[in-house]
């Protein structure tokens, strides 16, 4: 049964925050070997496809988002031939390997910053963003991301430049053609080196308003549609110039990450993809910012549905580096395997491609990092009303001994308290955890072609505190159903009768379901084959 859909809309993608995965080299921090060194792990766990944090080289004023140098490795990562031993290795065990791209901003230390700031008529001056003061003050009211003015003063040439985030962190002008042209030759670089696609970075922010005029901030933050920072006409005409570099080359992919306010924005976030000339993906974080509730998840995932034109395809994600991983936002520790058990269920099994943050395989939840010990530095400046993002970054937990097999130092970042329970050699020992939950998912993914290809169609509003929806591809027909609650629950529904169950958190499986009708236990997710 052959699937015309891509390699990219099949598979399963996997985030790794290389700093936080695998310390290969005692120096406290997760490295590219380190990958390497797992990558028996990842074939087991059967992902399709690894996202890397950035790697490039950077003074790390955010956490590598800073980029001085977009091709060369950070030594803290390891060498460019590290990258390249990863890539190799990768594909051939059939894994994809995508990079973030940073397309907004670089390092202040990049060299084209440094000739761009060293004089008003170097031929660089207009890669970035430079105003002149409006008598006497910042060139208008602007405020960055976490506060505070996007203009930095600089007094070598008495004008200000523009960045939304740092001040060490200038935005790029990507009205002009003569940076788009290099930093298009860096995204070739990549190309020819044998990534398979990228991850881009606040896509939605590379082109302002361009008069720069001051705004009002209850216009800007409390209407979700004006944002003189971003969204803008002429990102979308970028994006299609990206997207022809990379179809040049075959089985490229790309997933934007669209900044947006809570509670999310799945129309924007859809307006970035489809007819082929856009983003092949692109993130709606709106399940981020969904309480724990069947309907309110079913309103999410449907409205994402609903925004898609008919070229653009869904992608799901519940945990990520910046807003925190799902373990934690779902229960404050009540019941919270059975549902982490759940909504793994239901990444795996939805239309659309599924995104797992390194670690969420084992139920890794947000750890405390005490103050004395935050790297991030909106932690350290805006503590304590934000902590910061470290919490969602600690290192992965490979095993029970000291740092839980992370290095054989202190690592940068607090290992979890919780490690000699909640770590990768336990797990894969348990039948019954979340582990071999994300491991069964994903072959079973893998194996039926209605999980990865098939049609979707919502069997209830979730009102009842049960989701349930079927996946079908000719004449095999998936039943998932999810219950939310804590409390058994009626389901009757004709697609299970004579379907057998293909995974559970509580039934046996291959057992057969002679009705259409049947007891959910609290916090069930079952998964049904029917092929009658």
Known sequence: ?????????????????????KDSNADGYGDIRGIIQQMDYLCELGIDAIWLSPVYRSPMIDCGYDISDYTQTDPIFGSIDDLKELITLAHGQGIRVIMDLVMNHTSDQHPWFKASQSSKENPMRDWYIWRKSFLGKRPNNWKTNFG??????????????????????????WRNESMKEAFFAYITYWLEFGVDGFRLDVINMLIKEEHFDSVSYWKKWMTSKYSPDRNQPETYEIIRSFRKLLDSYPDKTSIGEIYVLPPGDATLAASFLGNNNLLHMAFDFSLFFTPW???LYNKVIQKWYRALSPGGWPSFVLSNHDLGRYGSRIALGINRQAK?????????????????YYGDEIGLCNTHIPRKKIKDPYGRMLWPIYTGRDKYRTPMQWNNSANAGFSAVDPFLPVSSN????????????????????????????????????????????????LSYTRKQEDETCVIVLNFTFRSQKLVCEDI????????????????????????????ATLFINKG
């Open 148 to 173: 505070g003015s996007v203009w930095q003063y600089d007094s070598h040439t008495d004008e200000y430049y523009y960045h939304s985030f740092f001040k060490e962190q200038p935005d790029l002008n």
């Open 340 to 356: 982490i058990k759940i909504l793994a269920m239901l990444l795996l099994t939805l239309r659309g491609t599924p995104f797992i």
């Open 419 to 466: 490690y000699k329970q909640v770590n990768v050699h336990s797990q894969r020992k348990d039948a019954l955890s979340i582990f071999t939950h994300y491991k069964r998912l994903i072959q079973l993914r893998k194996l039926y072609p209605s999980l990865h290809s098939g049609t979707i169609h919502f069997l209830s509003d979730g009102r009842n505190g049960i």
């Open 497 to 524: 009768k004579k379907a057998l169950v293909l995974h559970s958190t509580h039934r046996i499986p291959q057992t057969l379901i002679a009705d259409t009708t049947i007891l959910l236990f609290p916090y069930e």
């Open 1 to 21: 049964m052959n699937s015309p859909l891509k390699w990219w809309q099949q598979g399963v993608f996997y985030h790794i925050y290389p700093q936080s995965f």
């Open 293 to 295: 509730s069947a309907h």
